[in-house]
């Protein structure tokens, strides 16, 4: 069937409203079979881009080993990557700055004359990625993704740090399969030290510079580095404790060399950072934004930017989540009372939704167990739904594992992402599991597929097929904004067509979303205090004390970043209808989709250029 808005009669302001805002009730679904037009020419000029895209790749992992290694790329040539760790001192930074003003400069200079239009993406995509950075870089302090989402003014608070991220990545993605592998794990951890004290350098400087986080947040990462540091302090805890189990069936001394670099290197490191959060703690406020730092505008005007890969100001930012928080509640409102919830506000409503019985799980273990048992059935029912979306399928494969104990306090409801480049390590869903009382069956579905299929971990499988450079480059806008873009898939496959419930927990999560573009903006460019932020999470939306508190936490730290879901949201959309208008009955949902996800993680304006390739590539 054809789409219900397709080119024939035009879209009105609130139909356009209600697909920017969430997504339609009825999509066009399988018809004919229709090739997209984005291969590669084969020109020699490609192939000689292509060969610099390669170089650019592994100038990167060279500064960036642990990426190499999360990719399955750290063999053969590059096998000895697998036993170095990322530089986190002033100088690493310094290097990877210098890298990205080299390379940048090789792409600019490449003469895109008879590029095909894949390549030429790659170019832009590099392009954009190493710009942002390096005006990142030019700030006079943080922490700086490269092609990635994670931009802090904070180098070490309660989500950021290698006290959280070393410990993470050895047990999950540093393979044990050989006694080599074994050898590099523990090469790896005698790193983590100067890792340790190469944040705490940098950390000093932006304390005597006046840039200290947020007191809520310090007695936060405080917290939970005195629970690292007693974890270190019983015979090396998690660090020995992960090699020790990994290789039970080879003769070595692994456990014995993990004992003792924890022992005498990593813990005193770890001690030494506590230190330096207890002076920082001492001189803090309870501000919560970057308008009450130094240096706080700019710093937060670059990360908006780079979070959306738009130039839209906070003020816009914070007035269209207003707009789409109102046209998501104009849905919710008549399921709510068809349930006979009729009394209150959406958020007031939903509240009292949330304390049904009937939707939450068990407490303690056994409410754990339900959970996972959910999120693998919903995982199974939704790859069963892949086929009425996409023309060419990726394995979907994903593992669904428990955050570690010391970071749940501090981290979101979950997170996920894909596996290794050639399939043998499996995507993950992260699931915060401190309390069941996180989750609620109604709010869990559209979480699976935000963060497995068809969200992150899926979209990352068809990035993994693309070049190296391109599997390494992601942006958040594209990231979130697909994931939330996966969450609407959902719907529309029929995850909630028997389900009016979970429909509402999908409703408000999309709502959650244009929330966070009011919360962040209003914490760090509005004055607004840390209870001002939670509150209007729960008396706006209805979400979850236990649930908003790390998030408007996590918008303090991860400044600019929690803006990207639903402006990507909104961009994927907009192209869509587009797509649907200029192309009529010939618009097909899995042709539309796969554009999107062979086009690769990209900002949002070479989006427009992918799809501008795909309608003309339909029409011929």
Known sequence: MTHPASAAAPLSRRNALQILSCGVAAVALPGSSRALAQSASGSPASAEASGLLDTLAWNFLDLSPGTATSLGVDTGAHAALRSRM?????????RMAALLRRDLAAVSAVDETGLDPATRTSLEVIKSAYTTSLEGFAQPYGDVAVGSWRNTPYVVIQNVGAYL?????????????????????????AQMDDQLDGELVRMKAATDKGLVPPDFLLDRAIAQMESTVADAGKDGGGLVASVANRTGTFQGDWEKQAKSLVAGDVLPALQRQLAELKRQRG?????????????????????????????????E??????????????RMDPILKDLGYTQGTVGARMTALGKDPRFMFAKGDEGRDQIMAFIRQRIDWITSQMPRAFRELVPGNVEVRRLPLAEEPGA????????????TVPGKMWINLRTTDLHRKYDLPTLVHHETIPGHVWQGEYANRLPLIRSILAF????????????????????YDDDPVGRLGYLQSIAFRACRMVVDTGLHSQGWSREEGIRFFMEKNGNKREEVVNEVDRYCSWAGQ???YKMGHNEINRQRLRAISELGDAYD????????????NVPLDVLGDNITRYIAGVKG
Not at 180 to 188: G, L, N
Not at 412 to 423: M, N, Q, R
Request: proline letters at 6%; a negative charge; glycine letters at 14%.
């Open 476 to 495: 958040n806008a594209y990231s979130e904004g697909w994931a939330l873009y996966g969450e609407q898939l959902g719907d529309e496959l029929g995850a």
């Open 283 to 315: 001189l803090a406020s309870s501000a919560p934004g970057l308008r009450e730092r130094p240096g706080g505008a700019q710093f937060y005007a670059w990360a908006l930017k780079a979070s959306t890969t738009t130039a839209m100001p906070a003020e």
């Open 86 to 94: 990322e530089d986190r001192s002033p100088d690493g930074v310094a």
């Open 562 to 564: 929690a803006c990207g």
């Open 589 to 600: 949902l899995r042709d539309f989709d796969q554009a999107v996800v062979d086009g690769g």
């Open 412 to 423: 979101p409801t979950a997170y996920g992402g894909a596996g290794s480049k050639d399939g």
């Open 165 to 189: 991220d070393t410990p993470r990545f050895l047990d999950a993605d540093h393979p044990i399969k050989t006694p080599e592998d074994a050898d590099a794990y523990i090469a790896r951890l």
């Open 317 to 330: 930012i914070h007035k269209l989540g207003h707009e789409q928080l109102a046209e998501l509640h104009g």
